[in-house]
């Protein structure tokens, strides 16, 4: 009776077929009086042939959980890869020394990346300053061509008179 999960028979198919994936829930067996509790925690478990059924499955419904006949678990924020054993203390130790060391790699290149950041937006800066600056100078030299056209032409009409009166 929990109303925030599909009604069973609303389930997706396992890889679009025909046929309904079931629940574990429908497929658990066990002692009458641990039964309910046990649906309850299987309740958005559905089982699927395959990891390709699964992602479709939970792609279509992300509030359901896949399982595999191979025991790969896949919903739709999380993974995990069947396997028949567990991995040795070894193996695991080596998963999170390699995490370590990504984070490590990553951690380094991502100071180098702000540092260069910071590079670009100094440089940055510095250009908008020559920019702004180029600016004031081309202004100026208008300006300055400006007054010399107009003294130029002063000069000129001058020039045209007292050469009319010679």
């Known amino acids: ?22 629940r574990v829930a429908e ?14 925690l299987v309740r958005d478990i559905v089982v699927v042939g395959t990891l ?22 896949l919903g739709a924020h999380f993974a995990h890869g069947g396997s028949a054993g567990a991995p040795s203390l070894l193996e695991v130790q080596a998963s999170v020394d390699e995490a370590a060391a990504t984070l490590r790699d990553l951690d380094a290149h991502s ?10 937006t100094d440089t940055r800066a510095q250009r908008a300053a020559l920019v702004e ?23 000129s009409g001058q020039a045209r008179g007292a050469e009319g009166e010679a």
């Not at 600056?133 to 000069?155: I, P, W």
């Open 52 to 73: 390709e059924d699964a992602e479709a499955l939970v792609a279509a419904e992300p509030g359901l959980v896949a399982v595999t006949a191979d025991g790969d678990l």
């Open 1 to 22: 009776a929990d109303q925030a999960r599909p009604a069973i028979e609303d389930t997706p198919s396992a890889g679009g077929g025909g046929t309904r994936a079931p």
């Open 133 to 155: 600056e180029l600016g004031d100078l081309r202004r100026a030299a208008d300006r300055a061509k400006s007054a010399v056209s107009g003294q130029l032409g002063r000069l």
């Open 111 to 120: 100071k180098e990346l702000a540092e260069a950041q910071a590079r670009a």
């Open 27 to 40: 497929l658990v067996r066990g002692p009458r009086e641990l039964m309910e509790a046990v649906r309850h």
